[in-house]
């Protein structure tokens, strides 16, 4: 079997008995065991003896043609950030290491479940989600599959969600975005990552780091594995994506901000992208969207993550905070000046900007930027704070504009083999979901030529 096989291709196999839940389970657990891989960074838990149970289960339910779904018994990563029952949910720290284990699964791990995915394990991830690079000091950085013998880092904060997919530990992926988390390390890893709608699925059961920008969403191999497990994620029938025609389609190319300070592979590869979809029909147009600078401006004291991170974490901050890895800390306590006033003004500010960006992009089927602005840089080159806080913010500047929109987006790898990893986002104002699948069905194949 291929490493990097589609959920509708393991349905299918299952479907004819040509596999079995017991064998991808099997496959998943001995890749993270690997000694020569990056499994015991990628996973600060593996569920093995529960998740061959589950498989073994799922096995006689298909045998009795009772299968949940077509993709029972397909194994999952979950993020260490969401609550699955029994098990202590540490968000990547070792600051909740003496916390009760949950009660209950999160909403979207149980609707993951409910469709007969097995989880495999908690996958690591920046420390209480707020990095978009995907480094931690206290279970170790997994590489990005890029470059691997030289160590580029993965994106985060979803940084083992990824790694967990482009290794073939996993075929799905449960991540989080406030500001790119499943976003930029799909596109460090040559994957496709997804940011939905915010309302579409709940935030219970998960350890916060912006509820005003948080959303959850699925990384895989495909935009099909996306739409699939998005449908899942928000309790919505799994209907097949019909991929758009590129001809015709009306995409805009925001000229402010996004572009700015590109990686020279990344400008080069998001052009030829561009040229492509042309060539093949698109009706590119080059925009100047100024509300974007607004984002810029209400990020100048942290912003919302600052804020609301900071009325979670202050109590934990007093008690363990030397515990923290100093760069999450650092970010937290920001929010510590921020004012009543300040918050009042920035929940304005986002109000008008969503209402002001949506009417300059409503005559387009979506936005295409680059999803990062640089490639991913080596985990040594991090080392210096001052290098770290540059390439972080690099990284979180164009993906996390859509969080602060409150829009969805997706990440697809427009990199050609063997070239560095770079990512393309095509994103829409809140509740186009399903077009920016479509849109992005057409295209999925179309941007790598």
Not at 152 to 162: D, I, L, N, R
Not at 267 to 288: P, Q
């Amino acid at each position: 079997m291929p490493k990097n096989p589609t959920l509708a291709s393991l349905a299918a196999d299952l479907a004819s008995g040509a596999t079995s839940a017991r064998k991808l389970v099997e496959q998943c657990i001995a890749r993270i065991a690997d000694p020569a891989g990056e499994g015991q960074r990628t996973f600060i838990h593996v569920d093995r003896a529960a998740a061959l149970e589950a498989a073994d289960a799922m096995d006689r339910l298909r045998k009795a043609n009772a299968a949940p779904s077509p993709f029972a018994g397909i194994p999952v990563s979950i993020k260490d950030l969401f609550d699955i029952k029994g098990q202590v949910t540490r968000a990547g720290s070792r600051a909740l290491d003496d916390s009760a284990p949950a009660d209950a699964d999160a909403p979207a791990v149980a609707r993951l479940k409910r469709a007969g995915f097995i989880v495999i394990g908690r996958t690591n991830m920046t420390e209480f989600a707020y990095s978009g690079i995907g480094i931690n000091p206290h279970y170790g950085t997994p590489k990005s599959a890029w470059n691997r013998s030289v160590g580029h880092v993965p994106g985060g904060s979803s940084s083992g969600a990824a790694v967990s997919i482009a290794d073939g530990m996993a075929f799905g992926a449960l991540g989080t975005d406030t500001g790119g988390s499943c976003r930029i390390p799909a596109a460090f890893n040559g994957i496709v990552g997804y940011k939905p709608t915010q309302r579409r699925i709940p935030l219970d059961g998960g350890v916060p780091l912006s509820f005003t920008l948080d959303s959850y969403g699925p990384l895989a191999n495909s935009v099909a594995c996306c739409a699939a497990l998005d449908a899942v994620l928000a309790d919505e029938p799994v209907t097949p994506v019909t991929p758009r025609p590129v001809k015709g389609m009306r995409l805009a190319v925001p000229t402010t901000v996004v572009l700015d300070d590109l990686d020279d592979a990344v400008a080069k590869t998001f052009e030829r992208a561009l040229a492509t979809l042309s060539r093949a029909g698109a009706l590119i147009e080059r925009i100047e969207v100024p509300e974007l600078l607004d984002v810029g401006m209400m990020n100048t004291k942290g912003g919302f993550s600052a804020a609301e991170s900071y009325a979670w974490h202050r109590f934990l901050l007093a008690s363990k905070g030397d515990i923290y890895d100093p760069r999450v800390a650092v970010r937290i306590q920001r929010g510590e000046g921020f004012l009543a006033a300040d918050y009042i003004d920035i929940i304005k500010a986002r109000r008008s900007f969503i209402a002001r960006t949506e009417a300059r992009i409503a005559p387009y089927d979506a936005m295409v930027l680059p999803t990062t602005a640089n490639l991913p840089p080596t985990i040594a080159s991090l080392a210096d704070d001052k290098a770290f806080a540059t390439e972080n913010l690099r990284a979180l500047r164009n993906p996390s504009l859509i969080n602060v929109l409150d829009g969805c987006a997706i990440s697809l790898p427009a990199d050609r083999e063997g070239e560095a990893p770079v990512g393309l986002m095509l994103a829409a104002a809140g509740g186009s979901d399903r077009r920016i699948f479509e849109l992005a069905a057409g295209m999925e194949t179309v941007i790598r030529v």
